[in-house]
């Protein structure tokens, strides 16, 4: 059964700051991997999408990527700001063609 | 909303009631689902939707069923609550199985 475990459970920044967010799968037969951001009391929002023949993903400030044969992928959000607290899922769409989610990571961006 | 409708936001039944829980979207995505989110939990998937017509049990259906209406609209039904079902419920749309998913607002649902 695929696992996904997601460390830090909470981070705190100072505002500025590049940090990266962890995720890790068990099962390396995945299609692809989706990050999400939620905010307190709010549905999930989309944020990147890798096809598991792709290394990376960018978007704005936010890079993804993905090492397939470690089981990782890493959340990198440059030039942090406030806007940015929230909570980080990462999910991944494994052989039964379902997300599995991680437990997500609480970032707080201090101004 | 990201094209994904949910009602109601907030319910309360006793032990025992029956009820449904609406979602609609306005993508015409071929494929929805169906979430659970439980603090400690993470987001858990209880049914699915690949397309109009079919549906599949995902990790959690256990006290649940759902409809998948037409191709906009996709229901799930608690035939009769019980407080473990207490939850926050998701919907979400997708092209398809393998897409980008897009999530509703979510429903809170606390059964007492």
């Known amino acids: 059964k695929q696992e996904v475990t997601q460390i830090p459970a909470a981070l705190s920044v100072p505002e500025g700051e590049n940090l990266v967010l962890n995720c890790s799968f068990t099962d390396s037969a995945i299609y692809n991997l989706q990050w999400f951001r939620q905010d307190p009391g709010k549905g999930l929002t989309s944020l990147l999408l890798?096809?598991?023949?792709?290394r990376e993903q960018t978007s704005g400030r936010l890079n993804a990527s993905l090492d397939k044969s470690s089981g990782r992928s890493t959340l990198y959000i440059a030039a942090s700001q406030p806007g940015d607290s929230a909570t980080y899922l990462c999910?991944?769409?494994?052989?039964?063609?379902?997300?599995?989610f991680g437990s997500g990571t609480q970032l707080t961006v201090l101004p | 909303n990201a094209g994904v409708t949910q009602t109601p936001k907030f319910q309360v039944l006793k032990t025992g009631q029956s009820m449904t829980l609406q979602c609609a979207q306005d993508m015409n995505h071929n494929s929805m689902y169906w979430y659970r989110q439980d603090p400690g939990m993470g987001l858990r998937l209880i049914y699915y939707?690949?397309?109009?017509?079919?549906?599949d049990k995902g990790e959690v259906p256990n006290g649940y069923n759902v409809s998948r209406l037409n191709k906009r609209e996709f229901s799930l039904r608690l035939e009769s609550a019980a407080p473990s079902q207490t939850s926050v419920y998701f919907c979400?749309?997708?092209?398809?199985?393998?897409?980008?998913?897009?999530f509703g607002p979510g429903t809170r649902l606390t059964v007492t």
């Open positions: 890798i096809q598991s023949s792709q």
């Open positions: 979400a749309r997708a092209s398809g199985p393998g897409y980008e998913q897009y």
């Open positions: 999910a991944v769409d494994g052989s039964a063609r379902q997300l599995t």
């Open positions: 939707s690949a397309s109009e017509g079919t549906t």
